[in-house]
């Protein structure tokens, strides 16, 4: 018979490798101790449930792997690389092989982007998972609130591959665009470069114009947008859709001179006037959807 007992210990292999200097103690005890280092820890959480963020026929793997990558997204955000995560697993399944693939892919993101799980639990019930992750500025931490008006308005990728990827998957079509969906490359290599210039930042997962619009509600300002510089996969709505995980970041235009920035695609410009205007073929478009709301 399946018991709490028996699941954490499909994970027990992941939490003894204490491979970072800085965890004193992983699990086993009722909490991992970390030693403190000179810089700020940054630390963000993440919850992905089954039907909202995931369809419910997805393979445990894929469940793991994408719900610690978009939980990762956010520190690539604030300008930091990860070092240590925590999971709270939900799930009702009673078999255990089912968790030991969860485990499989836990480990495939763990190993590649070179962290440590410190600890976690499990409980029964709809199948979700919360991560939590902890991490340290390359250089700065990169705030929405900073972004200044003439600054640049940048992302690090096309829009709309997680869209597509979902699509096919529903579908049941083959395509690259479907791994986009359940494994996102998290920007941690575009994080620490633009960490030395960026103004502000946020990961694009709620659909560029919300995203965007975040930035802009915190910094006080605006935006413009050319639709026709913004790299997408379908069409306009890939703007507001989601599920990138690309980075969009605001960066003044003395800093933009250097060949790191200039690999990213300029899409428009901080503004004065409060609220985002999106221009299409010299026109202002009205947009009817600004983007993904779990609770809409």
Request: aromatic share 10%; net charge negative; hydrophobic share 35%.
């Amino acid at each position: 018979m399946i018991s709490e007992l028996s699941i954490l210990d499909c994970f027990q292999h992941l939490v003894d490798k204490k491979t970072d200097k800085l965890l004193v103690v992983g699990s086993g005890d009722d909490a991992a101790v970390i030693k403190a280092q000179d810089k700020d820890l940054v630390h963000s959480v993440d919850i992905s449930k089954i039907n909202t963020h995931f369809p419910k026929d997805s393979s445990p793997e894929d469940i793991a792997y994408r719900s610690i990558a978009v939980a990762l997204s956010d520190l690539a955000a604030m300008g930091a690389y990860p070092s240590f995560i925590s999971i709270g697993l939900t799930s009702n399944s009673s078999d255990l092989d089912w968790y030991k693939k969860f485990t499989s892919g836990v480990e495939k993101i763990l190993n590649e982007y070179e962290i440590q799980l410190v600890g976690g639990d499990v409980t029964n019930g709809e199948v979700s998972v919360c991560v939590n992750v902890f991490g340290y500025a390359y250089e700065k931490n990169i705030l929405r609130s900073t972004a200044e008006i003439g600054d640049l308005i940048f992302i690090t990728g096309p829009l709309g591959e997680g869209r597509q990827g979902l699509s096919d998957w529903n579908k049941k079509e083959k395509s690259e665009y479907v791994k986009k969906f359940f494994k996102p490359v998290i920007q941690f290599k575009k994080s620490k470069y633009i960490s030395k210039y960026a103004s502000s930042c946020i990961d694009i997962s709620d659909g560029l114009i919300k995203d965007l619009g975040s930035i802009c509600k915190k910094s006080g300002v605006g935006a413009e947008i050319i639709f026709e510089k913004v790299p997408i996969t379908n069409d306009i709505n890939d703007l507001s859709y989601g599920d990138d995980y690309k980075l969009c970041y605001t960066c003044s235009p003395k800093n933009i001179d250097n060949k790191f920035i200039i690999q990213d695609h300029l899409i428009g410009k901080i503004t004065s006037k409060k609220g985002i205007i999106l221009i299409k073929e010299n026109l202002v478009f009205d947009f009817k959807k600004n983007g993904w709301d779990s609770f809409a």
